[in-house]
Every structure is written in structure tokens, then in C-alpha cells.
């Protein structure tokens, strides 16, 4: 792998992993050069809200057991776990969603009750869910200040008082935005700033945010992570939940993990490592798995010179029988389209995709399934799967054509087939008959890839293959499709995680703003290239070469 | 490229789209004039007779009638509800309120009125109370509600009906009454549009509506008490309709258990046309009044073209096919546009 | 893990509580109907409840398939009178039956495919579409007639309302052609992979379409054959009446959707049975004959009960759900994996919110 000390001056986006080697624990080696600005001297008195002793249990299943964590003004604090660690059941007690069974909420020391989400936002906590939820009709201003808006005399809103207002909470987090805009059009960060202006309009002394950075390009990481920073210098708690552990480093001053409901440490980040943080998340080391090398066949993709007015130009890739071929590049950069157009989700106005020699008709879905393409989309809950349908039904939904005999489908066969390739993925389920929404969110990933795998692809296209999985289930997945490829098939990966791309692939195309601009084998590679390539800092080693 | 910047933070949005949006909005209204105007030059043209100031006149005080029951409307489309009883209100209430003459001699008409309103209220409440409190689709509850108010004023109606020498002549004139040439019920009406489109615009709980039209979930989340909302929103609905119903009486005089069977879908044509979204979230009260008002000036206009009567459930509902339509290619643009120029500041 | 096959009940699943209820229903009104006359289960009883039925039966067939894939069609009634004034205009100007037909089905294809294709193609509510092309073609419709009626139709069509179908006294063609009809579209619907596609893109559209499901081209189809339908029930029903007038038919997409409402189908779509719609629709038949034989009620007297049953179809699945809800926590009290129990709370709360 790559050398890890970054010298390109630009703030490195997200995608990078901390160095694992326990002989870093300064900042001098940390990949981000940034340094831990100097907060507000931070009170080691009374914080600001502290759980302590929080037991919650659903149906006497217990989601904490025992929890404890303080926030402190001028703070940010991490909370890290796996999925199914706690950690929502904790954001949605503070959230007053939720009441813990067992434990206190103190707020300065005083112990507050928190009967529902009011009662939190009138206490000055305020969360900041991973999808924004905004009114889409109603103007910037009004979603900040809806239900509370500011009052003339005989109960009238205050248009003008209300522009004001906000105008002044957008000054104070410098940046700049139309009050009067309606929210329909706005890109998720921009919703996420009107969030924290409503935080903010609410006076929240708390501020929780549950993976704010999830689908923010590194500008919009960088410009939330400046407004974090203000909002601590002026005395507020932060609360920072994310599976990013590089962001965790450069951002959080504490850290807490939750692993199986129970508290696993709860202190300051300085001295700790990535390893120290997954091995808590985990109570595991992390196992490096060694890549196998395969021999690549014939040309299975090739796609040529595809382009959508606006959104990608001129892409021109082949993927090999045997290969996985990662197409890495910041969030934006047009990946996802152009998988969704090769697959035929999405048109394309020109260029030309064949499969095995024979050109796809664009914007056919189905014609690219009988090519032998499956697709694993980004957003599994939405596009992957049907919740309410059951596992079994989930497994055969793309095979249903197949299944059939005399024209009928007969429960019988689709059972055996669903639970052959739920065996085959080792899909971890209850029935197979449950709804698919009851299993984790690893499972259902397993489910949407035996969905195509049991159509026998010879190219399978998968879009952030290991979003929003836990570790354990994330190793498989790179073990499924690394050992897809040494059985011939061509795996076409789209990932935004370097640590995933840099492992698993054989081939590293970079797109950036809807160009492919870099071409990198496994050997040449680094996360270093990668990011350069897909921000377009000054390449200084190879340039970039033609088609591979 | 330097990521950390130095210089002023990139203003997101700076042409300020909701100026366009503001823009689009205004353009649908002009839009609505723009045809009426159309149909009026057009049809004056043809027949001059059209613009005559009792033709106007008439125009004005039938479409008051609609264009008040548009507006309660409005309130319930707004939440992304439907309210399918108005018909069947608006029936009942005519029939009801009509027949107080008839019981009790030398009735007060304010009485009347509250009758009527009485009536709405009553159906509304109960509309309102199924729909908020047991969380059912608004779409059947009202289908349901249209079947039982009907049927329940045919039970009271019977065979009979309530003739137009049972009305005092007062009451009648209510629909001819004018001042300075305007129709007495169509200043009222427009009073009310005025009053509704400012609680709209300048209540919380106004706002609120358009809120849970505009996202149901994020209103959830938000603490907006959604029941008590859409309660009052059917609630209004059902006292608009039932004050319509009087309208109605005054208006046709004859009233049996068939009256208003149907309205509720050229009510719905009417909000739809006026810029008011099926799926609720946007429009306005005014707009819903103007979509009235256009298509009872078309009804008017194809009468006085010597157009059968036949043809105006037909044009009705291609208006409505129409003006869908259109709403859905100016949003398209609309989010296009939007999109475009956040894509050019490349955030 | 052992291999599963299908428990008892999971086989009887589909089956449960909503179905149940219906056939349940059914014996009910049959009780009561029995008890109220004698001659509740009399040839000519059962021959006059067919004829109420049967052409709102059919006509709910597609319009399940259609609330399953989440939209609504309120425009067959219309369709359907368009269709019977096409049928009258056109036989007083002597054109061959035969020929009638199939200008009929074909104006009922054509009038379904505009629906279908604002609704897919132009991407509009088809609540919205259909109000409007309920109004449309019931002003078309009426046009076509004006005011006229039209009644010498040839036997032996004429007779359609009277004679039993193959002879049977009791049973109406109407009824007769819709349990064919039925019995094709419950095997289609639970048995095919159409069908299953109908599930799917009713529960979730985008999912279904990533899974190569042609999802607009289905609900083209689904809205062409609903047009077919109506304009075949449009002249079964004019035979049956034998005349074709101004409002013919008029309603009767209200009663078409509380039929199906009734018979279990999810106004939300996604969920539904051919065999409840069945159950529904003989329930409906069956209590509307047994009160109007009570002397007391009559038929405004039954629209009332009709509403009072299409609000009560509706209120009872969210009852039902609570219900299913505090039955599945109770029943993972009684599971041993956590983990999987965290997600599944974590996944349940973040439902309720």
C-alpha cells in the first residue's frame, strides 16, 4: 500500500484511513495536516448533558445497557459503533424520542425529563438526522422557524423580522444563503446548513449529528466542519456520530464507543488510534486480507464514449472476465450515472455500451439483464429491495422469469431457490418469509446480491457496496466479490471508501466532474494518487494514460 | 486546487430561485386571467351580447357560489387531502336550510344562514374526525361520506322538494342583489377569499398547512399537531360548503335530493385549475377562486355561443386535464432550472 | 439452518383474518337475508342479486389490479356509459353488431390508454387524471345520446338481463362470466410473475424497475384493460337494461372501489386478494338484497350503508395493524438473537417516527 503521509497541501477529502501502525500518535504522521484548532477552553466541570447509567431495552431486548457519556461545551464529541451498537436508541434518547428505562439526563447538572421531541428542543438539544427533513414548498426562512415564527402584534408572523433573523444565523456561519428560496432544489448539504440555522434559531446548546457527512462532496465536508468548529469556539456541545473514523480524527476531541449495547470507553480521542477505535467497535483485530491475483479473460463491458449533457462526458472503460475494476472519485463526480445509464436506469444521448461484443440498447433496464448485467444499487432501501416483501421474495425478484414453469411460479421452487442463494451468501435471517426490513442492514445487502447472483451475471455492476454495513459484514462482502472474479466474473465496483477500493481492486478508474481523468493499476495506486486524480491537484508522477 | 479558502464562502444560490419560483406562481394567476381574457374577447367577438352588464353580472354571482366552496376546499387539498363531500354538503345543506322557510314561517335569513352553516359543520366534523383522528385516507373517507350525506338527504327529502313560492322573496333577491353593479354575494364571497388568503399567509397555523401538505413526515417530526390541523381544515371545508348550500337555494330556488350531485368534481376542477397542487404543499385560496371563475365564464361563454349545456361536463374536465398537465411541465422546468444553477456554482 | 418449508401456517397466511372475516361476513348476511324473507334464497332472488353485481364485480377486477400498483381509475363508470351511448348511436344508424363491438372495446382501450399515458408518460396523479377523464367522458358520453334512449336491442342480447346463463335460473351471465374472469385473474395475480411484479411496484416502484420490471409499460396495460373492461361491462349492462340513455351507469365507480376497498385491498397498494374481492362483492350484493326486502330500507336508504361499510373497510385494517404490531413485539420477546433484535427495534422505531 501507498505511503500514508500526505504532502500535497490540499486538505485531503475524507476517503482517507489514519495510519493503523501504533507509532503515530502525534499528529505529525496523521495524514490530515490540519491540527486540532484551539476551542474554547473546554469546561472539565459540569457538561452540558450527561447520560449516565442508561439502560433501554424493546421488547426485553436490550439496546444499552449501563451507558454513560458527557458532552462538554466547546466540545465535539464522537460516538462510534457498528450498527446495532446503540447508537441510534442513545441519539433518539436525547433526542427525546425515547425515555431510558433505567438512567438520568442531566443537563448542567441538572436532572431534566424528557417527554418528547419538544421537550428536548425546548431544553436547546438539537439533532441533525442523516436525512435532512425539510419542507420542500416552504421557504429557507420558514423552515428554520417553522411553528415558531416570529410574531407582530394580533399573532401575525413577521416576514421581515424572521428574514433578519435568519440573514444573521447564516452571517454567524458564514455562508450565504437566500432566506426567501424555497427548500424544493436544495443538495443535501444545503438542507443540512438550514438544519443547523433551525438548531442554531433554537438557541441549542447540543448539537447532535448523526453522519452528517454521509453524501457531502470534501467541500461541503470541509465547510460543515468549519461551522462545527465555530459553533464549539462559541460554547456549544457537539455530538458526532460516524462510521468515518478519519473524520472522527480530525474533528472530535472525545470519543465514546458502544459495542452490543454496553459502553466500551468514554474519553478523550488524544492517544488513540484507528486500530484502538476499531478494535472497540469490534473487540476484534481487524484481519488485512491478502488479494489474490487472477488472471483476466476476455473484455466483458466496453463502453465507449458515453456521454449525458451535464453529467459525464466522453467515458470510455473496459472490464475484464475476472477482474474487479473499482471507479473511485469524490461524491458528484457522475459515478453512479454512469453506472445507472450502463445498466439503463438512466439515458445517455451518445457513446455506445456493448456486453460481450453485442451493443446494450440504451435506457432498457431488462435488455441489460439479459446481457448478463446485475446491478446492485446505491440506496438499497429505496432501489434494492422491496422492504415489505419477504427475504425469499426479495432473493427471487429478478429471477421470477426464470422460475416459472407452465407459466405459474410455484411457492415450492421459489423457497428451495431462495434459500439455496440465502445459504450460498450466508444471509443471516429469522424466517425466510420475514419482511426483509427485520434484517440488518448487512443482511439486506447480501439479499440484494443474491438477488443478481442467482441470475448468474457475467458483469456485476455494485454502487458502494459496503455503505451503512457493519465491519464484520463489510470483510464478506470484499470476500464475495473478489472471489466473484476468480470465478470469471467482471465486477465493476463503484466505492467512495479508498481503504475498499485499494484492496479489493485490480484496476482503479478516477472520475471527476463527469470525466474519467486517471487510470491506475493495483500496483501503481495509492490513496494519495487516487485523491489527487479525483480532486485535480497537480499530478506529479505518471500521467494519465489511455485506454486500458 | 487549494481547498481551505481564504476568501468570501461561496454564496449557495445567489439569483435567489425563490424569486423564480415567486415568478413561475405569478405567471400560473396571469395565466388563468390570460385565458379568461381570451375566452371573453373571443366570445364578445362572436356575440356581443356576452359582455352585457346582466350577463357579467350573472357570471359574478354564480361563480361566488362555487368559488366560496373552492375555498374550503383549498384549505383541505392544501394538506394533501381531498374533500369529495362538498357535493353531497352543499345538497343537503341547500335542501335543509331552504326548508326552514317552509316549517317555520317568517324565519330570520341570518338564521337560514346559520343553519346552513350548522349543517356543514356537522357533516365536517365528522368527515374531519374519521380522516385526523383515525389516520384514514382522506380519499375514501369522503368518497364514503359523499355516498351518506346523499343518501341521507334523499331519506329526508323523499320524493318531495322545496319549490321556489316557499321562499320569501327576500331571500331569493339575495342572488340578484347588487352594489354599484356588483353582485351583493360576489363581494361577500371575495371577502372571504381576502380573509382566508391572509390567514394563510400570516398564521403559524396557516402555515402549517402548507407544512403537512408539503412533507407529512417532516411535519410529524416537527411537532406540528397534524390531527388538530386537518381537522380544521375538513371542518372549514364542510362550513363553506354548507354556507354554499344556502347559495345554492338562493340561486335555483328548487331544490330536491338531487341538487349539487357532482360539484365536488367541478370544485375540484376549479382548485386544480387555480394553481392549487393535488398533492398539496402550494397554491392559494385566490387562485382556487379564479380557477372558479374561469370555468363558470366558459359554462357562461359556451351558453351564450349557443353551445349545448351537453358540452360543459366534457370541457370542464379537459380544463382539468389541461391545467394538470401544464402545472406538471412547469415544475419539471421549474426543478431543472433550479438545479442547473446550484450545478453552476459547483458545490 | 434446517431447510423451511411452508408451515401450515404460512400456506393458510394469505388466507387469515381479512378473507376470513369476509366468508364469515357472508354466512352472516345469508343468516340475516334468510331470516328476513323467505324468499331470500329464492331463484329469482339470487337471479335479481347477479344482476346487481355482476357488472360491478368484473369492473372490479382491474380496478384491483390498478389500487395494487397504488394508482385508481375513477373513470370506468364513464367509460362504461360512453361505451353503452356508442353501443345506441350506433345501432340506430343499423351497424352490424359484430362491428359495434368492436368499436366499443376499442373506444374503452382508447379512452384507458389516454389515462395510462398521462398517468405514465406525463408523469400525473391518476387522481387527479381520472377526475378528469370521469368528467370528460361522461360529457362525451352524454353527447353522443343527448337525451335520447335507445331500447330495441336484438335478442338474444336483449335478454341478458333475464335469462339465466346455460339456463340456470339463478345465476346471471354477468355473474357467470365474472367468476371466470375472476378465477384467471387470481392465478394471474398470485401466480405469475406479473402478478408478483404488481406487488412489488405497488410496495416499491423504483426497487421493481432496478429489478427489470417494466413499470410503466405494466400500468399502461393495467389502464388500457381497465378501459376494455368497462366498455365490455358498458354493453353487458345495456343488454342487461336493455336501453342505453343519458347516465347510464352513473356512481358506479364508487360502488366499484368500496367493493374492492371491502374485499381487503389496500388503498395504499401493495396488498390485496382477488378471493376477498369476491367475498366483497357478494357480501355487498348479498346485504343490499336483504335489507331492501325489509320493507323498511330502500335503495338511498343503502347508499348510506354503503358509505357506512366503505369507512368501516378502512378504519378495521389500521385497527388490525396496531394489532399485528403488538403481536410481533410479544413475539420476539421469545427470539435469542440481540443483534438482530437491535436492528429490528432500531428499524420498528425509526417506522413509528
Request: hydrophobic share 50%.
Amino acid at each position: 500500500m501507498g505511503c500514508c503521509v500526505s504532502s500535497s497541501p490540499s486538505w485531503p477529502p475524507v476517503k482517507t484511513m489514519p495510519p493503523s501502525s501504533p507509532d503515530t500518535t502525534n499528529g505529525a504522521n496523521d495524514p490530515t495536516p490540519r491540527k486540532q484548532p484551539p476551542g474554547a477552553p473546554r469546561s472539565e466541570a459540569t457538561p452540558v448533558l450527561s447520560l449516565q447509567g442508561a439502560a433501554k431495552a424493546f421488547a426485553g431486548v436490550h439496546a444499552l445497557e449501563g451507558v454513560s457519556l458527557d458532552l462538554y461545551a466547546g466540545e465535539a464529541h464522537a460516538l462510534v459503533g457498528e450498527n446495532g451498537a446503540g447508537k441510534s436508541t442513545l441519539v433518539k434518547i436525547l433526542g427525546g424520542v425515547h425515555q431510558p428505562d433505567e438512567g438520568a439526563l442531566l443537563m448542567d447538572g441538572r436532572e431534566i425529563v424528557l417527554g418528547g421531541t419538544a421537550d428536548a428542543r425546548a431544553a436547546g438539544i438539537a439533532v441533525i438526522y442523516q436525512e435532512p427533513t425539510l419542507f420542500p414548498d416552504l421557504s429557507v426562512a420558514e423552515n428554520v422557524f417553522i411553528g415558531r415564527q416570529p410574531l407582530r402584534s394580533g399573532r401575525r408572523i413577521d416576514y421581515r423580522a424572521m428574514d433578519a433573523e435568519v440573514n444573521r444565523i447564516f452571517e454567524r456561519l458564514g455562508v450565504q444563503m437566500d432566506p426567501d428560496r424555497i427548500a424544493r432544489g436544495l443538495s443535501i448539504a444545503e438542507q443540512q446548513l438550514v438544519e443547523i440555522a433551525k438548531a442554531l434559531s433554537s438557541e441549542a446548546k447540543v448539537l447532535i449529528m448523526d453522519e452528517p457527512t454521509a453524501a457531502l462532496s470534501p467541500v461541503e465536508v470541509e465547510r460543515l466542519f468549519r461551522i462545527t468548529e465555530t459553533l464549539r469556539a462559541e460554547g456549544s456541545a457537539i455530538l458526532f456520530i460516524s462510521h468515518r473514523l478519519e473524520e472522527v480524527f480530525a474533528l472530535c476531541q472525545r470519543v465514546t464507543i458502544l459495542r452490543d449495547g454496553k459502553l466500551v470507553l468514554s474519553q478523550k480521542l488524544e492517544g488513540l488510534t484507528a486500530d484502538d477505535l476499531i478494535r472497540g467497535m469490534v473487540g476484534r483485530d481487524l484481519l488485512l486480507r491478502e488479494h489474490e491475483q487472477h488472471t483476466p479473460g476476455d473484455a466483458v463491458l466496453e463502453v465507449d464514449g458515453l456521454t449525458r449533457e451535464g453529467v459525464f462526458a466522453d467515458i470510455s472503460l473496459e472490464v475484464r472476465a475476472g477482474e474487479v475494476v473499482a471507479l473511485a472519485g469524490l461524491v458528484g463526480a457522475g459515478r453512479s450515472e454512469v453506472a445507472r445509464a450502463i445498466f439503463g436506469i438512466d439515458r445517455y444521448d451518445a457513446g455506445s455500451v456493448r456486453v460481450g461484443g453485442e451493443t446494450l440498447r440504451r435506457g432498457s433496464p431488462i435488455t441489460a439483464m439479459t446481457a448478463g448485467i446485475g446491478f446492485v444499487p446505491e440506496d438499497r432501501r429505496q432501489h434494492g429491495l422491496v422492504m415489505d416483501f419477504s427475504t425469499e421474495d426479495n432473493i427471487a425478484l429478478a429471477s421470477l422469469g426464470r422460475l416459472k414453469r407452465y407459466g405459474l411460479l410455484f411457492s415450492s421452487d421459489e423457497r428451495e431457490f431462495s434459500l439455496d442463494w440465502a445459504k450460498r451468501l450466508q444471509v443471516k435471517y429469522g424466517r425466510i418469509s420475514n419482511p426483509v426490513s427485520s434484517l440488518s442492514g448487512g443482511n439486506q445487502q447480501k439479499v440484494v446480491l443474491a438477488k443478481w447472483l442467482s441470475r448468474e451475471p457475467r458483469l456485476l455492476i455494485v454502487d458502494e457496496p459496503t455503505r451503512g454495513i457493519d465491519i464484520g459484514t463489510k470483510a464478506e462482502v470484499h470476500r464475495l466479490l473478489s472471489s466473484l472474479a476468480g470465478e470469471g466474473v467482471a465486477v465493476l465496483m463503484i466505492s467512495s471508501e479508498l481503504p475498499e477500493v485499494l484492496s479489493v481492486a485490480d484496476r482503479i478508474l478516477v472520475m471527476r466532474e463527469g470525466r474519467l481523468v486517471a487510470r491506475l493499476t493495483r500496483e501503481e495506486a495509492s490513496e494519495e494518487r487516487i485523491i489527487a486524480a479525483a480532486t485535480g491537484a497537480a499530478v506529479t508522477r505518471n500521467p494519465v494514460e489511455g485506454n486500458h | 486546487m487549494s481547498a481551505t479558502t481564504t476568501e468570501a464562502p461561496p454564496t449557495i444560490a445567489p439569483e435567489s430561485p425563490r424569486r423564480l419560483v415567486d415568478l413561475v406562481l405569478r405567471a400560473r394567476t396571469f395565466g388563468i386571467l390570460g385565458v379568461l381574457l381570451l375566452f371573453v374577447l373571443i366570445t364578445t367577438a362572436i356575440q356581443p351580447r356576452f359582455l352585457h352588464a346582466a350577463n357579467i353580472q350573472f357570471i359574478l354571482a354564480t361563480t361566488a357560489l362555487y368559488a366560496l366552496v373552492a375555498v374550503g376546499e383549498t384549505f383541505v387539498v392544501i394538506t394533501r387531502n381531498v374533500d369529495l363531500s362538498v357535493g353531497s354538503v352543499v345538497g343537503l345543506s341547500a335542501y335543509v336550510s331552504a326548508n326552514m322557510f317552509q316549517a317555520h314561517h317568517g324565519i330570520p335569513i341570518p338564521v337560514v344562514f346559520l343553519v346552513g352553516l350548522g349543517v356543514g359543520v356537522a357533516c365536517g366534523l365528522v368527515t374531519g374526525i374519521i380522516t385526523a383522528v383515525g389516520r384514514v385516507p382522506s380519499l375514501v373517507v369522503t368518497l364514503a361520506m359523499l355516498y351518506i350525506i346523499r343518501g341521507f338527504d334523499t331519506i329526508i327529502v323523499g320524493s318531495g322538494q322545496v319549490v321556489a313560492n316557499s321562499l320569501p322573496n327576500s331571500f331569493i333577491n339575495i342572488f340578484h342583489a347588487t352594489i354599484l353593479g356588483i353582485p351583493d354575494v360576489a363581494i361577500a364571497v371575495a371577502v372571504v377569499v381576502a380573509i382566508a388568503a391572509f390567514y394563510l399567509r400570516t398564521y403559524r397555523s396557516g402555515r402549517e398547512l402548507y407544512a403537512i401538505g408539503s412533507d407529512p413526515d417532516a411535519a410529524r417530526l416537527g411537532g406540528i399537531p397534524i390531527a388538530r390541523r386537518i381537522f380544521g381544515a375538513f371542518v372549514l371545508s364542510g362550513a363553506l360548503a354548507g354556507l354554499g348550500g344556502v347559495l345554492w337555494a338562493t340561486q335555483y330556488n328548487t331544490i330536491d335530493a338531487t341538487a349539487a350531485t357532482g360539484l365536488e368534481l367541478q370544485i375540484i376542477a376549479a382548485v386544480v385549475v387555480g394553481g392549487v397542487a393535488i398533492f398539496g404543499g402550494s397554491g392559494s385560496v385566490v387562485g382556487a377562486a379564479l380557477g372558479a371563475l374561469l370555468l363558470q365564464t366558459i359554462n357562461s361563454a359556451l351558453n351564450v355561443l349557443g353551445v349545448a349545456s351537453l358540452w360543459t361536463e366534457a370541457i370542464s374536465g379537459f380544463l382539468l386535464l389541461v391545467a394538470i398537465t401544464l402545472d406538471r411541465g412547469i415544475q419539471l422546468r421549474l426543478a431543472a432550472a433550479l438545479r442547473r444553477r446550484r450545478v453552476h456554482l459547483g458545490a | 439452518m434446517a431447510p423451511e418449508s411452508r408451515t401450515l401456517k404460512e400456506r393458510l397466511a394469505p388466507l387469515m383474518h381479512w378473507d376470513t372475516g369476509l366468508a364469515v361476513a357472508l354466512v352472516a348476511v345469508a343468516i340475516f337475508g334468510s331470516s328476513v324473507s323467505s324468499q331470500f334464497f329464492s331463484s329469482y332472488n339470487i337471479f335479481t342479486l347477479c344482476t346487481n353485481i355482476g357488472d360491478l364485480a368484473i369492473m372490479a377486477l382491474p380496478m384491483t389490479l390498478i389500487i395494487i400498483t397504488g394508482e385508481i381509475d375513477l373513470s370506468v363508470a364513464s367509460i362504461l356509459a360512453v361505451s353503452a351511448e356508442t353501443l345506441g348511436a350506433l345501432w340506430t344508424h343499423h351497424w352490424p353488431l359484430a362491428l359495434i363491438f368492436v368499436v366499443c372495446l376499442a373506444i374503452g382501450a382508447l379512452a384507458g390508454f389516454i389515462n395510462g399515458v398521462l398517468i405514465t408518460r406525463v408523469g400525473l396523479p391518476s387522481l387527479a387524471v381520472t377526475i378528469g377523464t370521469l368528467t370528460l367522458y361522461r360529457g362525451l358520453a352524454n353527447v353522443i345520446l343527448g337525451a335520447s334512449t335507445v331500447s330495441n336491442f336484438p335478442s338474444p342480447f336483449n335478454n341478458l338481463g333475464v335469462t339465466g346463463f346455460l339456463g340456470i335460473s339463478w345465476l346471471s351471465w354477468s355473474v357467470a362470466i365474472f367468476l371466470v374472469l375472476a378465477v384467471i385473474t387470481g392465478v394471474v395475480l398470485r401466480r405469475t410473475p406479473f402478478g408478483r411484479s404488481l406487488f412489488a411496484i405497488g410496495l416499491s416502484q423504483e426497487a421493481a424497475f432496478h429489478a427489470g420490471m417494466r413499470v410503466k409499460r405494466t400500468k399502461l396495460l393495467l389502464f388500457v384493460l381497465s378501459g376494455v373492461v368497462a366498455a365490455a361491462v358498458g354493453l353487458l349492462y345495456a343488454f342487461e337494461l336493455s336501453s342505453a340513455g343519458e347516465n347510464i351507469g352513473i356512481g358506479f365507480e364508487l360502488q366499484v372501489i368500496t367493493i374492492v376497498l371491502l374485499g381487503g385491498v389496500s388503498i395504499f397498494g401493495g396488498k390485496g386478494t382477488i378471493l376477498g374481492v369476491a367475498l366483497a362483492a357478494f357480501v355487498y350484493a348479498g346485504l343490499r338484497s336483504a335489507l331492501l326486502l325489509t320493507s323498511s330500507f330502500n335503495e338511498n336508504d343503502f347508499e348510506v350503508v354503503s358509505g357506512g361499510l366503505l369507512i368501516l373497510s378502512v378504519l378495521i385494517p389500521n385497527a388490525a395493524s396496531f394489532v399485528q404490531r403488538a403481536r410481533a413485539l410479544m413475539r420476539r420477546g421469545q427470539m435469542r438473537d440481540r443483534r438482530k433484535l437491535l436492528a429490528l427495534a432500531d428499524a420498528e422505531v425509526l417506522d413509528r417516527e
